[in-house]
């Protein structure tokens, strides 16, 4: 993997190009109005470029093309063992451009190019070779029937599978949907973020490249309101997987209901707590975990550990590791690698993370760090993490989903008490749970409501482990493992009666 430093990161800037081209059916095409939408830098506030803002009728063709392509079979029909090597190939060309693909992702969104190269880009990869691999090794099953008859279950591609993702980590996200849904056999349409498309164009662009025939992975930029409805509301959609906030990811049920009935999955928001019981000893690394939780990729993340759930008699001592964790975490130029926090998405964003910031000074908790946007003399739109003490659960900055660097630390005093404020939420993605204790892990484990529990660690598991939501935090399925190739096929019983 490339070494990073300021002169590779130099050079690698001076040859990147803007790839703004919709992907439709192979080819990089305008929107079919000629619009285009301004692309910003959010830690400049310039804008870099203009990306193909398509309509309905870009949504129209790119599910022709992808429905045509389907029933023909150019990769539907194809041997499984042939997708595992053309997906391969895709995955090892996302490999050799991943320092292209990361800087799109710095220059869009923001994001720090460490965390971009050595995670973001790298589990992109990851990703789509764990998902190729399992491809020619999953088994139909043969029902347990009488010898008078002969059941199979089949699983057959859904379809046409559109894709509608959030801007945090636009290229995984991407290939959280791709790795499973093209391993089966469908054709998939991505909807990026109008604000972060470019990996995801550059992705497809290389799909091809590996072999992946045209009209299977196609990318249409535009808004939600316009191109994501359409996708949800097309009759020849088959299924929709949707990233992204639990208020657009309610109206993709109702998108199914007034159409086709097509299978919806959600992957939504969360609130999650990090619960420290009083046997932790070492408060150093507990503090680097929940720091990591809390902080990485600027708190714009589904996953955050939001609330620190503390035991009453660890609070100070922690609070005081996590104080100096913090020093560490330098804020800045994303294109510095040295830098762990960028910059917020964009300016909106930023005001409403800065608006919770003010009510939770309204609503009576007490700032023991950052809470304000800073280096505004770049132009872009930076804040500084922030910690509120003193926060009841029952606060706004507790129950909403700040989606920004704010952390909330609530006491308790029994176990029972952790669990019920861990569980007073409306989501239930992930939580986090410190203890020395195997028993106490063990039993707090099966009691907190949330797709996953990491135990000792802030972690969503690598490519092996189902990643989704209880509650309002998911709906439908699960991303990443062989559930999710499930997910992207119909099961369909052939039954023979012997004669
Ligand atoms: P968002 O819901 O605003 O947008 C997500 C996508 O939906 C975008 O592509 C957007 O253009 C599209 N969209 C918006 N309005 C639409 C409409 N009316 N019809 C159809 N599509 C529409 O979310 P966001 O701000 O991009 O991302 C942040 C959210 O994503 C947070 O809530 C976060 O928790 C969630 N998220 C969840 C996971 C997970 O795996 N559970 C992962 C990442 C992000």
């Known amino acids: 993997m490339v070494e990073l430093n300021h002169q590779v990161i130099k050079e690698a800037l001076a040859s990147l190009e803007f790839h703004t081209k919709a992907i439709i059916n192979g080819k990089a095409v305008d929107a079919l109005s000629g619009k285009t939408f301004p692309a910003e830098n959010p830690a400049t506030g310039q804008v870099f470029t203009h990306i193909a803002l398509c309509g309905e009728e870009d949504v129209e063709l790119a599910v022709q093309n992808a429905r045509e392509v389907f029933e023909r079979g150019d990769w539907s029909r194809l041997a499984p063992a042939d997708r595992r090597r053309i997906m391969v190939k895709f995955a090892d060309l996302i490999d050799e451009h991943a320092l292209e693909l990361a800087l799109l992702e710095v220059v869009e969104a923001g994001k720090p190019v460490s965390e971009t190269l050595y995670t973001d880009i790298h589990e992109t990869a990851e990703c789509i070779r764990w998902h190729a691999e399992a491809t020619d090794k999953i088994y139909d099953q043969v029902c347990p029937t009488s010898r008078d008859n002969l059941g199979m279950i089949i699983r057959e591609p859904i379809g046409v599978v559109a894709a509608v993702l959030p801007w945090n980590f636009p290229a995984q ?58 996708l949800g509301l097309h009759m020849e959609v088959d299924c929709c997987a949707f990233t992204g906030s639990t208020s657009v990811g309610r109206k993709f049920l109702e998108y199914a209901a007034k159409s086709n009935l097509k299978r919806i999955i959600l992957e939504l928001g969360g609130k999650s707590p990090q619960i420290v019981m009083p046997d932790v000893v ?6 680097q975990h929940v720091a990591a939780a809390a902080f990485w990729n600027m708190g714009e993340n589904c996953s955050s550990g939001s609330r620190l759930i503390v035991h009453e008699s660890l609070k100070e001592p922690l609070l005081k590791a996590l104080l100096t964790e913090m020093e560490g975490w330098q804020l800045g130029d994303p294109l510095d690698p040295e830098v762990k926090l960028g910059s917020m998405i964009g300016q909106k964003h930023m005001n409403n993370v800065l608006s919770y910031i003010e009510k939770g000074l309204e609503e009576g908790a007490e700032l023991r760090l950052g809470g304000k946007q800073v280096l505004k003399e770049t132009g872009g739109y930076f804040v500084e993490p922030t910690i509120f003490d003193n926060v009841t659960n029952d606060m706004t900055i507790a129950q909403e989903e700040i989606f920004g660097p704010v952390l ?31 028993h106490v892990a063990n039993r707090m484990a099966r009691l907190i409501k949330a797709g996953t529990v990491s135990i000792n660690c802030f972690s969503e598991g690598d490519s092996t482990a189902p990643f989704g939501g209880f509650k309002q935090s998911g709906f439908g399925g699960r991303d990443k493992s062989l559930a999710a190739h499930d997910q992207y096929a119909e099961l369909k019983t052939v039954w023979y009666e012997n004669r």
């Open 173 to 230: 996200m991407a290939a959280w949907k791709l790795g499973p849904a093209l391993s089966m056999g469908n054709s998939i349409i991505i909807k990026p973020a109008e604000i972060t498309t470019l990996s995801t164009i550059r992705l497809a662009e290389l799909a091809l490249e590996a072999g992946i025939p045209a009209g299977v992975f196609n990318v249409i930029p535009g808004e939600g309101s316009v191109v994501g409805q359409a």
């Open 282 to 287: 070492d408060l150093k690394t507990t503090a």
């Open 408 to 438: 909330s630390v609530i006491t308790f005093k029994t176990e029972e008490e952790a669990i019920q404020i861990a569980n007073d939420t409306n989501y239930g993605l992930a939580s986090s749970l410190h203890t020395e204790n195997i």
